[in-house]
């Protein structure tokens, strides 16, 4: 399979997983190959990045430092993104799950790409001036969506319970969370 088809196979696979369509997770190969080229994902997600970066800007006033701002961002989301790989690597074969880690990763690599594109759209009444109670229940669906579709891709792929699923994604949001922390502290 080349890089282009990788490419494509993992956002199908990825999409038809939002859409609750378990399939999804059998249209990415389980090799080694295919989660080394998943990681071409960061760069389809860092766009998502950046807008909701830009639209925080807008709604909340553009800072003295941008540069500076993107580039903690940039470091915090990669950052956290290769460390829940790391402690995924570790976790799955305690679970006698290794062999299902290649196509868990690679799909929760793509998975990301569609996250970001939810929590855009979701962020878009806002910034559009739409009600309140609008802006918030978009946010809540679209954040929730993104939510669910990691655990279901999770549930599928290592073919866990509901519980372990659920701890993968609370270990996902713990890093980010924890990483943000961090990132705000030390940069100001």
């Not at 709604?59 to 460390?83: A, K, M, N, S, Y």
């Amino acid at each position: 399979m080349s890089a282009l088809t990788s490419v494509v196979v993992g956002l199908a696979g990825a999409a038809r997983l939002a859409f609750g369509k378990a399939d999804g997770a059998v249209l990415v190969p389980g090799d080694r190959r295919t989660a080394v080229r998943s990681f071409w994902a960061i760069a389809f997600a860092l766009p998502s990045v950046l807008c909701r970066l830009l639209m925080a800007w807008v709604v909340e006033g553009f800072p003295t430092d941008p540069g500076h701002q993107i580039g903690r961002e940039l470091i915090t989301f990669v950052v956290g993104w290769l460390l829940f790989v790391e402690a995924s690597h570790r976790i799955v074969p305690l679970l006698g799950r290794a062999h299902r880690w290649p196509r868990f990763i690679a799909l929760w690599n793509w998975c990301n790409v569609v996250e970001g594109v939810l929590v855009v759209l979701g962020a878009l009444p806002d910034l559009m001036g739409a009600p309140p109670v609008i802006g918030e229940a978009t946010v809540l669906i679209t954040v929730g969506w993104a939510l669910w579709l990691e655990w279901y891709a999770t549930r599928l792929t290592l073919d866990v319970g509901i519980g372990v699923a659920i701890g993968f994604v609370a270990l996902d949001q713990a890093i980010g969370v924890l990483l943000g922390v961090v990132a705000v502290s030390i940069g100001g």
